[in-house]
């Protein structure tokens, strides 16, 4: 491979923050090259967020902490710069895209860096120019967040920084907050500017397989602070290493190995699209799926929850809900998709009774929802929203959960006995005595669904349950809600998490602009090009490998796999 | 949400530099606070009223304000007279009796005036304040703060409030809306300090989450190079025109006369019974 | 005094969001008619020990200042400029409790409570009625009995909500090296 010139540089780096025991990054020693494309993976709390605040200056400038070894940047040591001259090198696009974007519109907020430099407004009204067509956001520039999609805010965030002609550019999980369709433009967007301007990428991401839709020149794998892994996505992809590091393969190596199918280097596993495979090798794909008979699962018919025609606007605006028609099955787990604004939270929202529909009959087991008070609509559906820390206002886990029942008149008699058997099925009871602030964010997720849980709803409703979470966590949530569902709670889920709709979720409820136009197994959609199209999902790769292989019904094909993978799992 | 309530508009009010128009707003302010003089209050009432009519606003567009304001003013108005209607006696130092109502109740000439004078000093001040919000654009704020002398961390603290509102507004709606699913209620069945305690924990998890945020921000700004230079060059600045420094006459203009008239007069009431 | 640094700027913002949303959408009935206690005043003294006093100043008089802006009844600078030196004056008075440290206890919650009501007592009992009286020469009486309500409403909500938030701060802040599981 062509290298260039080395810009970063780490060797024998070592750090640890002031406030621990222990160092967080261990004995690194990674170099890259001006013009590369990397991926840094791993599962939390390996270290890569470290890595690159070491990379962009936080650390040592705001972060204190001991360093030991070197870290040169653009040749000079990073210790001895300072953030703002590491930044010329060095521009971050950070995971929080609200936080990200500083200006009140897109145009201050493109400028920003340029504002700050004490360019002249001349100069700075062109270089935003320029920025701003490179990742096709001029016709915007007057926007406010709030007027932004995902999409357009994470545009605004790469041209911020090339303003500056970075020679690097780094983005901390630039897909977090994306629907997946969204999230592949994004990643092309990244690669097409790359090659505009020259400069190196630094990606750092747990969904590999996401990521690895561009070509990416190196992997490197992380896991307690070290680095385990620094190689081609090739070789990474034919060792062991992403399954023992935490990290979930592609969906399309996982369904190649179950075949039976060894994968080397030279077939180039690192896409789907590069992927070879012998004549050989897809027979044994087909045997493997007509050896044993594809079981669809068997769908659930008693309707708890009815909807009819609801409608729901936000003040004097058009229609968010335009008639939606669902009938909620009892002790479904069941995802509701689509792209970011078609009213898939409206929807839940309007369940929950927290906005007030404007039309349409919501009946619960013979029971009018639309009648009933926000609280009293909790006692019957309850909600989860994607962020705990926003849901917790008290300080220890027992009081946390008991609120809801303590505010609703119950005795302590009862509540003790009824949080106590909660925090049991939640796995909680060994940190009953803990303050919440020492929970881990899984664990405060399910003191968030064990307080909710309290007030015995027959349905809840998840936004995003596994949101920003890595492998591990992703299936410890999902395993827990799984255990939940099999106890008889019906649960909705609001995702943009192909994974999770695919592994979990059985039914698929896809919306777009404001109506229903799918309903019907995940397997189902994420096989069909045209509601993929419209509802800005993606399919899966299983899709693909499936057509591929010459695999008449890849919708079967995907619920093959499912059913196989959840065997192997469990 | 649309916060400040600016109205895009071709006017020549709308033309003007929002540095030279903030110093006007100031002047303005000040000098209506300061001074009792009641043609000059006047004065400025009838200038701020031309000022929106140049600014090609509509009242229509600022009709809820409005009422509300006017309300407020009247509020104020009844209580100063129920406190103490004899305050204008007190601070001009004569006594015209009009008419007795009855009991303390009188009505004098003095606390007509005075109280006439309270009317304008706010009555002055509301055209031009509605006249600065709705012809300058948000994002020159900052801009025209830093321009006239404020430090530009301050005046970006200002444009950073203006940025993180509509967010805070729309997560705090979403979190009161789950404590309210949970039970917490701040109504009148409950005593004053168990409604504190529960409007305590709506806000906590609100508060405490911007405390997080706060560092992400932060960071997010010293990866760009805030605060590296003593000053900074803001992309929504504008050049001053010929406007501009009438603008800047007019506010300093003011707070000379009020100036002058305080120290010539002896006092800052314009007083017509001596 | 601590330089106004970044986070500083970030922090006035956003606790002029905060007061904003408070005094816009929170408001707690109180056992007199038409009145309504907000607990805006509570976040600022919050501020002010998390942030130091310049924080309180800068954040205190934005947020009122735009809630006033926006409100409809008009910028009442007096009480504006208060609010803002009432984050100052607390920040001052509890230099030294440092929650980023984790601890807030009965010593350090003494101090706040005693700072806090030294502030109210002076912010809104007396410079913003003397204020009133200088700017609009209005009748003491009335403007005493303004004062003692909104320093009164302050100093509860402070007490409480303060109290609560800068416990719940230092909380997660703790140490949490001593905890061990139980059966």
């Known amino acids: 491979m062509n290298r260039g010139e080395p810009i970063i540089e780490f060797k024998d780096f070592s750090f640890q923050y002031n406030a621990q025991k222990e160092p967080t990054l261990y004995d690194i020693d990674l170099t890259i090259h001006k013009g590369e494309k990397v991926l840094i993976a791993g599962p939390s709390g390996c270290g890569k967020s470290t890595l690159v605040n070491c990379i962009n200056g936080l650390i040592p400038f705001s972060y204190k902490g001991e360093i030991r070894g070197s870290l040169k940047i653009k040749g000079m040591e990073s210790s001895s710069q300072s953030i703002s001259m590491i930044s010329n090198t060095v521009g971050t696009v950070l995971q929080d895209s609200d936080a990200q974007f500083i200006g009140m519109t897109v145009l201050e907020d493109i400028a920003f860096a340029l504002e700050n430099e004490c360019v002249v407004k001349e100069e700075m009204v062109e270089r935003v120019r320029k920025a701003a067509e490179i990742v096709g956001i001029s016709g915007h520039l007057g926007y406010a967040p709030t007027d932004l999609s995902g999409g357009q805010k994470q545009r605004t965030g790469i041209a911020g ?11 901390d999980e630039p897909l977090a907050n994306l629907d997946p369709a969204t999230g592949k433009t994004a990643i092309e967007l990244i690669e097409e500017v790359a090659d505009k301007t020259g400069a190196a990428v630094i990606v750092v991401e747990h969904r590999i397989e996401d990521v690895l839709h561009i070509e990416m020149d190196r992997i490197i794998l992380m896991d307690s602070g070290r680095i385990t892994f620094d190689g081609t996505p090739d070789a990474l992809l034919s060792s062991r290493m992403l399954i023992d590091g935490g990290i979930r393969e592609p969906l399309y190596i996982t369904a190649l190995k179950y075949a039976g199918i060894e994968i080397t280097e030279d077939k180039e596993p690192h896409s789907i699209r590069s992927v070879r495979l012998t004549d050989d090798d897809k027979a044994k794909v087909r045997d493997w799926y007509t050896r044993t008979p594809t079981i669809r699962p068997e769908p659930k018919t008693e309707t708890i929850l009815d909807i009819r025609g609801l409608e729901f606007a936000y003040e004097d605006k058009p229609l968010t809900l335009k008639g939606v028609d669902l009938a909620v099955h009892r002790g479904e787990l069941m995802a509701i998709v689509g792209r970011n604004g078609a009213g898939k939270s409206t929807l ?6 927290f906005e007030k529909n404007c039309g349409g009959t919501m009946v619960l087991m013979g029971e009018d929802l639309t009648g009933l008070s926000i609280k009293e609509c909790a006692d019957r559906v309850g909600y989860v929203m994607q962020n705990p820390n926003q849901m917790i206002s008290k300080t220890m886990i027992f009081d946390e959960i008991a609120l809801g029942l303590k505010l609703r008149g119950c005795d302590e008699e009862t509540i003790k006995d009824k949080v106590e058997s909660i925090m049991k099925i939640c796995g909680l009871y060994e940190f009953r005595k803990w303050p919440i602030s020492a929970l881990s964010y899984g664990q405060k997720k399910r003191v968030t669904i064990a307080s909710i849980l309290a007030l015995d709803p027959d349905i809840i409703i998840l936004d995003e349950p596994t949101a920003g979470q890595d492998f591990r966590h992703y299936t410890d949530i999902m395993e827990f809600l799984k255990e939940i569902n099999q106890s008889g709670i019906t649960i909705i889920m609001i995702t943009h998490d192909m994974h999770l709709m695919l592994e979990y979720a059985e039914r698929a409820v896809v919306f777009n602009d404001g109506r229903i136009i799918a309903d019907m197994t995940s397997a189902e959609v994420l096989t069909s090009p045209d509601i993929i199209g419209k509802a800005s999902l993606k399919e899966t790769s299983l899709y693909h490998l499936a057509l591929m292989c010459g695999i008449e019904d890849p919708s079967s094909f995907v619920q093959h796999f499912i059913n196989f993978d959840r065997e192997v799992r469990s | 949400m649309k916060l400040l309530n600016y109205i895009e508009r071709s006017s020549p009010i ?3 530099n929002g540095a030279s128009k903030l110093f006007c707003l100031l002047t303005w302010i000040c000098s209506t606070m300061i001074t009792f003089n009641t043609p000059f209050l006047l004065c400025a009432t009838v200038l701020g009223i031309i000022a929106f009519a140049l600014s090609r606003l509509k009242l229509s567009e600022q009709k809820g304000l409005l009422y509300f304001l006017l309300g407020f003013m009247l509020l104020n108005a009844i209580l100063i007279y129920v406190f103490n209607p004899e305050r204008g006696v007190e601070l001009y130092g004569t006594r015209n009796l009009l008419y007795t109502i009855g009991g303390r109740f009188t009505i004098t000439k003095e606390q007509l005036l005075y109280q006439f004078n309270v009317i304008l000093k706010y009555l002055s001040t509301i055209p031009i304040i509605l006249v600065f919000i709705g012809s300058t654009q948000p994002s020159e704020l900052a801009a025209s703060m830093n321009r006239i002398g404020i430090p530009y961390s301050f005046s970006y603290s200002f444009a950073l409030a203006l940025r993180y509102i509509p967010d805070t507004v729309s997560t705090f709606i979403d979190i009161s809306r789950c404590q309210q699913a949970r039970g917490i209620e701040m109504s009148s069945k409950e005593s004053l300090p168990k409604r504190v305690k529960a409007a305590a924990l709506l806000v906590l998890p609100l508060i405490l989450g911007s405390v997080d945020q706060i560092e992400v921000i932060t960071n997010a700004m010293e990866l760009r190079k805030f605060g590296t230079q003593k000053r900074r060059t803001w992309i929504m600045s504008r050049p001053f025109k010929a406007g501009d420094y009438i603008t800047i006459l007019i506010g300093a203009g003011m707070v000379a006369f009020v100036i002058a008239y305080n120290v ?3 006092s800052r009431f314009w007083n017509p019974f001596n | 005094m601590k330089k106004f640094g970044v986070k500083s700027v970030v ?9 904003f949303v408070l005094l816009r959408f929170v408001a707690i009935p109180t056992p007199f008619p038409d009145t ?6 509570a976040v600022v003294a919050f501020f002010a020990v ?16 735009l809630v006033d802006l926006t409100a409809g009844w008009g910028v009442w600078w007096t009480w504006v400029i208060v609010t803002g030196l009432y984050g100052l004056f607390v920040g001052l008075g509890c230099k030294g409790i440092n929650l980023e440290d984790g601890i807030f206890g009965k010593k350090e919650f003494m101090r706040f409570t005693i700072v806090s009501v030294v502030s109210c007592l002076l912010c809104w009992g007396a410079l913003a009625p003397i204020g009133d009286i200088l700017v609009y020469a209005e009748p003491a009486n009335l403007v005493f009995i303004q004062g003692l309500f909104v320093g009164l409403s302050g100093m509860i909500s402070t007490i409480i909500v303060g109290g609560i938030l800068c416990k719940a701060y230092a909380a997660s802040k703790a140490q949490k090296g001593s905890l061990t599981k139980e059966d």
Do not use: Q, W
Request: glycine residues 12%.
């Open chain 3, 50 to 65: 998390l942030f130091g006093p310049l924080v309180g100043l800068v954040g205190g008089f934005l947020g009122n200042l």
């Open chain 1, 348 to 353: 839940a929202k309007t369940i929950c009774r």
């Open chain 3, 11 to 19: 922090a006035s913002a956003i606790l002029a969001a905060l007061v």
């Open chain 2, 14 to 16: 709308h033309r003007l």
């Open chain 3, 36 to 41: 309504t206690l907000s607990i805006y005043a």
């Open chain 1, 161 to 171: 920084i090339l303003v500056d002609d970075v020679e690097v550019m780094m983005f």
């Open chain 2, 264 to 266: 010539i007069n002896g």
